[in-house]
């Protein structure tokens, strides 16, 4: 089935994070959530990585739940964190590599944060951090749980908002990809593209942005109000794109399968 029958028949959530990467919930875990609230189609789709597919493929078909292997891929574009969701990927050497790299890349980079926090007198531990990362990477998500714990800072946003969003005290920059590179390896991975939660966006950078070679646009997110899905939608049509839409779970914070005023129902 293709993501545009995957949205006319409803009952999908094509955003989804597992502990592969910074959700709070294995792949197995998340298939048979879908399954419990009648989703009939989903989307894995971890930050630059592909390893909770396999278990999600599996859960798929204990749960009755169709599996889109997908991935969300960062990159920037002007200075602005851009992230490139692909779905139906068939993985190549090329986008195998570069998920290597950015494995390794985003390990030094949290010892580098654990650092930075030392250096202001907030101190944690590597240790500390892996408690929280049930999965093989290392995020800022996981830091930020650390530091909460520790009695640091109380509220999770917080911790982004004064010390890891860019420009803040204990941020590091991370490699950087274009957002047209990040398109051609899923293009090249035979998947198709689409530019994710625009809302984080200004709206002339999204429409920079469509003049690239993407497929699709993420017209429903949580993020999203009414008027954002009316606005994405005649954006969709006019730069003629397909439609997407997911919730972007990561955590019990998240409602799985409800995201913004959609009319998939």
Not at 127 to 149: Q, T
Not at 226 to 234: A, G, H, N, P, V
Request: proline share 4%.
């Amino acid at each position: 089935m293709n993501i545009k029958e995957i949205v006319e028949s409803g009952r999908f959530d094509l955003h989804i994070h597992t502990t592969a990467s910074d959700g709070d919930y294995s792949p197995t875990e998340m298939v048979k959530r879908a399954s419990d609230i009648g989703l009939k189609t989903i989307a894995i789709t971890d930050h630059d990585t592909l390893d909770g597919l396999e278990e999600a493929f599996e859960a798929g078909k204990k749960y009755g739940v169709v599996v889109i292997p997908g991935i969300e891929i960062s990159t920037k574009y002007n200075e602005k964190s851009v992230d490139v969701l692909g779905y139906h990927i068939s993985p190549t050497q090329e986008l195998l590599q570069l998920l290597i790299e950015l494995r390794m890349e985003r390990e030094t980079r949290a010892y580098k944060i654990i650092e930075k926090f030392k250096e202001i007198g907030m101190p944690i531990t590597i240790e500390e951090v892996l408690k929280y990362s049930k999965g093989d990477v290392i995020s800022r998500p996981h830091i930020a749980k650390a530091i909460i714990e520790k009695g640091y800072v109380t509220s999770y946003q917080a911790v982004f908002d004064e010390y890891l969003a860019d420009g803040k005290p204990c941020s590091i920059d991370k490699k950087i990809i274009l957002p047209e590179e990040g398109i051609e390896l899923i293009h090249q991975a035979g998947g198709i593209a689409v530019l994710a939660h625009p809302v984080y966006l200004e709206d002339s950078m999204t429409e920079e942005l469509l003049n690239l070679p993407f497929d699709g646009i993420e017209v429903w997110h949580r993020s999203h109000t009414l008027e954002d899905i009316t606005k994405y939608s005649l954006l969709a049509r006019k730069f003629n794109l397909m439609v997407t839409g997911g919730s972007d779970f990561h955590s019990d914070n998240h409602n799985l399968g409800n995201f913004g005023f959609s009319p998939r129902r």
